[in-house]
């Protein structure tokens, strides 16, 4: 069965440019999450998904950051316009219970995100 | 006061000896616990999970829970040089879903 899967793997854009980070969850997951970490910074939670609707968006920074997840399958994060604090590692995470709490979150690879 | 609180290390600790790693969180309301293990430049991985007071063992890893002291380790026996890496400390709660991350402990076994 093939993880969750992020894309890309590394981004490299100026301040003011639009990135959109992709993910896959795995197959039959219907939690899907969102984190970053920023540099020297702990993983921090920024939203989560149950198929299409958006469960939990407390982690949001602020309204330069769209996340979608249309059909229920894989999810886009959007960045516009990208700041120089946006710069990153963004990791995304499924999992298959309904969202309880002590579900196992499994990891993707994440997308290292430099604002230049 | 942060969330989660883990010293940073690094940890050195001898091939085939005990690590101890310690973790304390601050929400009394946290309900899982977890330990993930996350190599240089690669994701986090689930390598325990404890919900109830006491022990609960896993191979060579054995995660220790104390609700009342708000702490909570994870011991590595017979450590081996691939266990070098940072170890998350991390709970949730029961009625969401996020997790909430500790900055990590970077452990190093040496030969």
């Known amino acids: 069965e093939a993880g969750v899967t992020q894309f890309p793997s590394h981004s490299v854009i100026e301040k003011g440019q639009t990135v959109t980070l992709r993910c896959d969850p795995i197959?039959?997951?219907?939690?899907l999450y969102w984190y970053r970490r920023v540099m020297g910074k702990e993983i921090k939670f920024l939203l989560h998904?149950?198929?299409?609707?958006?469960?939990?968006e407390s982690g949001m920074p602020n309204n330069r950051f769209l996340a979608e997840r249309t059909g229920g399958t894989y999810s886009t994060l959007k960045v516009q316009p990208a700041e120089l604090e946006d710069s990153g590692v963004y990791f995304c995470a499924s999992s298959h219970m309904r969202g309880l709490a002590g579900e196992t979150q499994y990891f993707g690879p994440g997308t290292r995100l430099l604002v230049l | 006061q942060k969330e989660v609180e883990q010293n940073s290390g690094p940890l050195s600790v001898p091939e085939g000896a005990i690590a101890s790693l310690n973790c304390t969180y601050s929400?009394?309301?946290?309900?899982?616990f977890f330990w993930y293990r996350q190599y240089s430049g690669k994701s986090p991985e689930l390598i325990m999970s404890i919900y109830s007071n006491g022990d609960k063992e896993d191979g060579r890893f054995t995660a220790q829970l104390n609700k009342a002291s708000q702490y909570v380790s994870l011991l590595i026996r017979d450590s081996q040089p691939s266990d070098s890496a940072t170890y998350l400390c991390?709970?949730?709660?029961?009625?969401?879903?996020?997790?909430?991350f500790g900055s990590g402990t970077r452990l190093s076994i040496r030969p």
């Open positions: 998904f149950v198929k299409e609707s958006k469960q939990d």
């Open positions: 929400d009394r309301v946290s309900q899982s």
């Open positions: 991390a709970f949730g709660y029961s009625s969401a879903s996020k997790i909430i």
């Open positions: 197959s039959g997951h219907d939690n």
